[in-house]
């Protein structure tokens, strides 16, 4: 009787302070829901909050199983409950591993109707509990289903709890496990908004691209001549070319899904995962075709496949990439989808990634010609306001060998210009500051130069100026400047080429090798000594010689032959690995035919400003007085 009025008590007491506590959490909830900005894409929506719900549970739950172990009443010291046995009073008591706890047989004037105190044992406890008469009940206190869930169940709950509390924080909403180690995740649809209306240039890769949005519109055209349509289409190109944006056009042509995927988002820590992954793409894309897959980066997972794991391969990787053959090998042409794929190193690409019946196609997107240059600014200046002197042309032909991303960067920066000017239309000075800026760098300002360092750099670019205007292939001269720019350029000379040009013959390469000493003759004319400027001009005439005796096979001596064997590490350009297959004799000789060259390009710069010395001073003086001057300038001064 006694433990179950205990226990309804106990229960009744923390229903109600479990609902107190439920209803001042609710409260708090609410107004920190309503201090929290909404998120992207989630205004309006409500979120519940489960993680409070399941640990409330799990206190109710807890407060039910611990009864056995409350205590009630006033805690009284273990003599004194000795002294109330002897003397009878005690009425009933419950004895455990840590509390007694009990009754009287009548209200006590210090104490009250019910006690509780701690146990020091003793064994004797029992018989004297026996010979005062007491009613009393031994408990073991142990309660195993207590003990497992105090142990072991809720440092569990908590931690996972917790842990599902703070993960949608740590990555960003996603939901998904600190190590990503989900095998699923759901594709992206992106709006096919984007047409070959908006992108400029690159007419061959449109023209190419062209035919597979038939395909994906009229495939049937295709399957009656017996033909099917491609699997895979590879965009090769340098950074900034725009491939990304032709996959995006393609689908805004064809009107199907466009799914836009980075090679790395298959890679994760455990091996198997980006294989699941792979199926899991080409599974949803079934069920969504007519659709484009697009893989951004695909040298991320289509490296060759090399040796063992421990002499440098990579087991998770290998396995994305065999699942991805696999998958491109199996699914069949008509089912509609088309995987695209860009890349800016395909010479690392697996071989068998790149056979026919994989990526059919192999689009180069190559870098813009004048007249793509012209169409690209034009599209990127038409939301600006711009100046009714603003020459296009002429700011194209500025930027030979410039991507779509670095035009898009020149017309922004224009327009930063102007705005810092407080202007209200872009002008053509602040196209050319941006140029500028793109390619030399921003000026600095605060770094002044010395009057003789200023005296050395204006003789040096004037010589480079005056050499390129007396020579047959020099390209004119566009602009002069000796304000500091960038890291450690200390001034530029800029010429502007005439045509665009794909071959250079001897004469021009000889005309240019005498153009990149010509500053340095000027040092050495001027002030009788030379200086450490005219170190990136030598790499370069070197640079020039060599591949005229080597590659290029312009040496008399040597004749029409190539020396060494020379791989290029990047298909879109960079570094060489050279391998050296010719003897010591034939490596005296072409030692001495490339520093021929070079001394024939010397004593070319050297007569030039040896007869156009006045203009020089002149040039060099104009230089050290306004610091930038225009080919206008130029021209008059030669005159």
Known sequence: MFEQQKFNEYLKYSLDGLSAFWERLRAAWRQWRENQPPAAGN???????????????????????????????VEIPYSKFLTLVNEEQVDKATVTQRFINGSLKSENRDIGKYFYTIPLWDVDLANTLQQHKVQYVV?????WLNNMIFNWVLPIVIFAGVWMWLLPKMTGGAGRSILNLGNKFRLKQEAGNITFNDVAGAESAKQELKETIEFLISPEKLQKLGGRMPKGVLLVGAPGTGKTLLARAVSGEAGVPFF????????????????????????????KAPCIIFIDELDAIG?????????????????????????????????????????????????????????????????????DRIAILTLHCRGMQLDAGVDLATVARRTPGFVGADLSNIANEAAIMAARGDRT????????????RVMAGPEKKNRVLGIEEKRRVAYHEAGHALIAENTPTGQPVHKISIIPRGVSALGFTLQLPVEEKYLSTEPELKDQLA???????????ALNSVSTGAQNDLEKATEIARNMVCYLGMSEKLGPLIYGHRQQLQFLGGDYSEQRNYSEETARLIDSEIKALIQQAEQRALQILTEKRTQLDLLADLLQDKEVVLREEILSLLA
Request: hydrophobic share 40%; glycine share 12%.
């Open 515 to 525: 153009i990149l000493l010509g500053g340095r003759v000027a040092e050495q004319m």
């Open 425 to 436: 239309t872009v002008s053509m000075p602040d196209f050319e500051a941006a140029i500028d």
């Open 303 to 371: 490296r060759a496949r090399g040796g063992p794991a421990t002499m440098g391969g990579n087991d998770e990787r290998e396995q994305t990439l065999n699942q991805l053959l696999t998958e491109m090998d199996g699914f069949d042409p008509s089912s509609g989808v088309v995987v695209m794929a860009a890349t800016n190193r395909p010479e690392i690409l697996d071989k068998a990634l790149l056979r026919a019946g994989r990526f059919d196609r192999q689009i180069v997107v190559d870098k813009p010609d004048l007249q």
């Open 260 to 287: 836009n995927i980075s090679a790395s988002e298959f890679i994760e820590l455990f091996v198997g995962v980006g294989a699941a992954r792979v199926r899991d793409l080409f599974e949803q894309a079934r069920q």
């Open 43 to 73: 205004e309006g929506k409500g979120q519940s909050p489960k993680f409070l719900v399941y640990f409330l549970v799990g206190l109710f739950l807890l407060s039910l199983v611990s009864g056995g172990e409350h205590v009630q009443g």
């Open 139 to 143: 408990r073991s206190g142990e309660n």
